[in-house]
């Protein structure tokens, strides 16, 4: 029995060392602020208030460990952690609500792409989570190839796994964030030399739609969605959407007037897919979108809908899912074409669909 303890004590020991303090207003990190950062002495430590993004982007950084701790400045605010970063737009993130104690989306993992947040498209990666929203907690998280493990506290069990992280597995800068505005304390890091590889990605299921072509973004104030544009006009991208079959627009797109949550102005894209049907016949078409949508089947307007953020009730999120809503396609001989005008406001824009 001793020696199993002196064992773990051994264990913990070189975990610890194997960690890095990097002082709360060490002079690398580089800062994008919201409003002036400070550095004071706040519920008996020295600790920084951030309202924005503290990058370390001198460490390369794959695999391994951060850990900060953070309290809240504000009845209302967001605190966590960006990891793999490529650049100021487009990086891996996971954070606190701070506000949500005690509820299921207190903790949220959310990729970033083109300066746009996602998390309203991944509702199966937030998680339920108790800490004290009046002192100090201890966010940490572990990353291994496409995997992040989150604990809030305690250590011993992660309140979130994602298993299939949504940017490409490699190198990227790190950091701490908040939005809104939060204090931290005591960063650190350990960088792991034991890479894990990428998990492959599962199969797509029969009849999700895997590519979708795209065009660029337009304000939505300047486009008529409810009039069928001319397709041979519009310059298209090809995008693949992910196994589950959600296609996150951000990741493709990027918007005229990004990263200012509920202030940003509504942007619109055509999303298009077209399929070869042998003969006429009655297809079930599965989709959803965020945040609104118009959609045309063979030129012809068939539905509209809404599912933005708090559309239908402050409590309302616009989650989203594969089989959320189903129209049957008359199909023609020869090609179709499904054409949607899929616009967003903020924090997730996607299109999902299956054929059957």
């Not at 793999?84 to 005690?102: G, M």
């Not at 299921?104 to 970033?112: G, H, K, L, R, T």
């Not at 296609?247 to 200012?260: E, F, H, Q």
Request: with cysteine; proline share 4%.
């Amino acid at each position: 029995m001793r020696s199993l303890v002196f064992s773990l004590t051994i264990a913990v020991i070189s975990m610890a060392q194997a960690q890095q303090l990097i002082p709360i207003d060490d002079p690398r990190f580089e800062y994008f602020e919201r409003e002036p950062r400070r550095v004071e002495t706040f519920k008996g430590r020295k600790a920084i208030y951030l309202n924005g993004r503290a990058s370390l982007k001198d460490i390369p950084f794959q695999d391994g460990i951060l850990q900060v701790d953070f309290t809240a400045a504000k009845p209302r605010a967001f605190a966590g952690f960006v990891f793999r970063a490529q650049d100021e737009e487009n990086y891996e993130a996971v954070y606190v609500r701070l506000h949500k104690s005690r509820m299921p989306d207190a903790i949220q993992y959310n990729p970033e792409y083109n300066g746009e947040s996602n998390w309203q498209l991944y509702g199966e990666h937030q998680s339920f989570a108790t800490f004290d929203q009046n002192d100090w907690n201890t966010l940490r998280i572990e990353i291994r190839g496409s995997e992040l493990k989150v604990y809030l506290n305690d250590f011993s069990k992660p309140l979130l796994t994602v298993e299939n992280l949504r940017h490409k597995v490699g190198q990227g800068f790190i950091g701490f964030y908040s939005f809104l505005g939060a204090y931290f304390s005591n960063f650190r890091y350990e960088a792991f030399t034991d890479l894990t590889t990428a998990k492959p990605l599962s199969a797509y299921e029969k009849g999700v739609i895997q590519n979708w072509q795209l065009s660029e973004s337009e304000l939505l104030a300047e486009v008529d969605t409810e009039a069928y544009p001319n397709v041979e006009e519009i310059k298209w991208k090809s995008a693949t959407s992910e196994p589950s079959g959600l296609l996150p627009i951000n990741k493709y797109v990027r918007k005229i007037k990004a990263g200012n949550f509920e202030q940003n102005e509504h942007e619109v894209v055509w999303a298009r897919y077209t399929f070869n049907a042998e003969q006429p016949e009655t297809r079930k078409f599965y989709f959803d979108y965020s945040d609104n949508i118009e959609l045309f089947f063979n030129g012809h307007l068939i539905f509209s809908g809404k599912n933005a953020f708090r559309y239908k009730g402050l409590t309302f999120r616009g989650d989203i899912k594969l089989e959320g809503n189903m129209l049957y396609l008359n199909t023609r001989e020869g090609e179709n074409e499904i054409l949607c005008a899929v616009s967003d406001k903020a924090n997730g824009w996607a299109i999902l669909g299956k054929i059957q």
